[in-house]
């Protein structure tokens, strides 16, 4: 099938026919460089070779963590530090919120915190000055970094969240991901327990794809307000149309959309195979997205 155009939008077997066209790389992690215990080959070796035609890579992840630690997390799963420049997380850009509150409504919140979140995002409590409450009837809101359990649905914390709603509480999300697929298995995120919130009728910030202010901390990162380097020479890849490429097409950021990574099942690539066509056209005119090109995975 490789490659092929659906919708208007062309099928690479491999980004090397695009990366002459782009100075900076924006590369989400989870379905595009590792699935959360390892990292994939080919992704590593196309990394090894933008960076040695000179690219600059930076990492943009939705984990509800520091960006530290994302970046050593990714360096244990199998990805050099040569080969990225920086790393932007949402969970960073929520932690930076929280500690700086210069945003009027971070300000509005109040210091008593109930985190909603497993004992891996406890680094996320670190250097804040709040007071973490174990009952929720002593919170002024929640920070949300995930379920609790990875066979957990968003469903199990509906009567945690309704007791929330019912005391008027803001949820600070620090990842809007649904899901994410951890070694094969699909595991939901915070987005999917804050999406619930939200229906129920309960106030949720997001930081993170795709929403803007994430961006601009990549361009912040690096130091990309001035010339010579343009949104227009920026190309962000990653596997979620919901974020990776809506959050960059909506600030002027070309988007490459691989295939193989959250929506693998519904492209009808088991076991490896390529995108089914008619799925790829369906996906894309379903959530009125198309972006600039797909892969089926990250190679050069």
């Known amino acids: 099938m490789l490659p092929g155009i659906v919708s208007d939008v062309p099928i690479h077997r491999g980004l090397s026919r695009l990366a002459g066209s782009y100075d900076v790389f924006i590369v989400d992690l989870w ?7 390892r990292a994939f080959p080919e992704a590593v070796a196309c990394l090894e070779q933008l960076k040695a035609r000179g690219k600059r890579v930076l990492i943009l992840s939705n984990a509800p963590r520091r960006a530290a630690e994302v970046a050593r997390r990714t360096v244990e799963l199998g990805v050099a530090p040569r080969l990225f420049d920086a790393v932007v997380s ?19 919140l109040g210091r008593r915190c109930y985190h909603l979140g497993p004992e891996r995002d406890l680094g996320m409590r670190e250097g804040l000055d709040l007071d973490f409450v174990a009952e929720l009837a002593a919170a002024d809101f929640i920070l949300n970094t995930g379920a609790l359990s990875s066979e957990d649905t968003a469903e199990d914390y509906a009567p945690l969240l309704k007791a929330a709603l019912g005391r008027g509480l803001a949820m600070v999300c620090a990842n809007p ?32 794809k795709p929403h803007r202010s994430i961006y601009e901390a990549c361009f912040e990162a690096l130091d990309l307000d001035r010339p010579p380097l343009r949104p227009e020479a920026m190309l962000a890849i990653g596997d979620s149309l919901r974020t990776d490429i809506a959050g960059a097409q909506a600030v002027g950021i070309a988007g490459l959309f691989v295939a193989g990574g959250i929506h693998a099942e519904e492209l009808g690539m088991a076991g490896g195979a390529p995108p ?25």
């Open 276 to 300: 089914d066509e008619a799925a790829l056209a369906a996906l894309f005119q379903a959530r009125d997205m198309y972006p600039l090109a797909v892969l089926d995975a990250l190679r050069w």
């Open 90 to 108: 949402s969970g960073e850009a929520v932690w930076r919120n929280l500690e700086a509150r210069r945003d009027p409504w971070y300000r509005a």
């Open 31 to 37: 379905g595009v460089l590792h699935d959360g215990v």
């Open 177 to 208: 991901d649904l899901e994410v697929i951890r070694g094969g298995r699909r595991e939901i995120c915070a987005g999917a327990v804050a999406a619930l919130y939200e229906r129920l009728g309960g106030q949720v910030r997001y930081d993170g």
